[in-house]
């Protein structure tokens, strides 16, 4: 443990995040390590936000901009949704999302993916890394994870997957991440957004598949406490 | 296209490799690109390197690094197999390799991957990656286009496959790699070492399975010569 870290040191998501489009809807996925350098700041952390109802935003790159760019287009959505005076649309929401990006470009730092669904285009998936670019996908991948993660997805990623294999593809592509990447940990979370509403669902780190060489989890040794004719201690 | 190239700078092979064991032997890919910056030196090198009759390696990083270490290990492998009076080992390789390497750390920029079959072991890979160490793996991958093969490879490789099935893997990995990574390229080349011998193979690029969103390879103009009533051009 270095006990000189700097433990102020600007929080930065390594991450890994995605967004996957099936037929009906979208499935954003995230894991949920916040760093601090080598100290992980929150190891349970909810990356991906909601922007509307029916559209929300995963998180990657710097924590604090991120939340802030997030907050602002919030705002921003809730106030066109009113003057609109129907839900805002998936592409309304990742363009205020591209423009905070691109016109602070110098100051920011963060990749964002935004996925959601609205009733005239269905459901779409937005990228928008680093720079501000906007690119509609029908799937994207982003943060420090994703670099393990391009020859996974360029194979198995089809067109026209069902709710329940998308999902699927989500967790099991963080799992691969997390895996691989220091920055990437703790659990998995995602999002599903269709025509009948969001799911959230949470996939606990000891839960997740192994893969080549990784280790069974260790319990915590206070399961102790929880067995049945509970042993003392032999020291 | 830059007209201030540096066509003298130091030649990189950006790469992918990759040494995979199989019931029986071993496997070795590789692309086929030598970049000097964004030019493309060579798009038809041979990244494996025959060190004895039965061990192989695959070469990343400085190109003339690699091929130096590699002459070397050659001359002294071909001492030791004399001294000895029988075929070196894959280990014994290997692990002259790490020496040169880890030696010369501060002067050397290679990454390699050195696989072999001998009587004592079997099929063998081992990878020595920058800095010199030595570790003995079931599936190694390096150089640049690894990155984004470490999720694929976690989830599709496994032990015990046939010698069919291990290339097979291995040429859709460097083509997943060379889809993603611009230092990657050309060709896919294969190196299969087993108890029976060596086998060369070759996979040209416009062969090679295309992935998500990319686009079919352009026929070269040229075809017109060989096209059987030639059209002359308009202008």
Partial sequence: MDLNMNV??????????????????????????????????????????????NVYVCRSGSA???????????????????????????????????????????????????????????GKIYGVPLGG????????????????????????????????EAEQLVVKAVSLAIARDGASGGVVRTVIINSEGVTRNFYPGDKLPLWHEELEPQNSLLDILNAPSPEPMNI
């Fill in 8 to 53: 102020d040191a600007p929080h930065s998501m390594g991450t890994t995040i995605i967004g996957v489009t099936y037929d009906g809807g979208v499935v954003l996925g995230a894991d949920s390590r916040t760093s601090t350098g080598m100290y992980v700041a929150n190891r349970a952390s909810d990356k991906i936000t909601q922007l509307t109802d």
């Fill in 133 to 164: 670019t906007l690119v509609e996908q029908p799937f994207t991948i982003g943060g420090s994870g994703s670099s393990y993660l391009y020859g996974f997805f360029d194979q198995a990623w089809k067109e026209g997957m069902t709710k329940d």
């Fill in 64 to 122: 604090a901009d991120s939340q802030i760019v997030s907050d602002y287009v919030r705002y921003f959505l809730h106030q066109h949704t009113i003057q609109l005076g129907q839900p805002a649309t998936v592409k309304v929401a990742a363009n205020l999302i591209r423009l905070l990006s691109y016109n602070n470009k110098n100051m920011l730092q963060t990749g964002l993916i935004v996925g959601g669904w609205d009733k005239y285009e269905g």
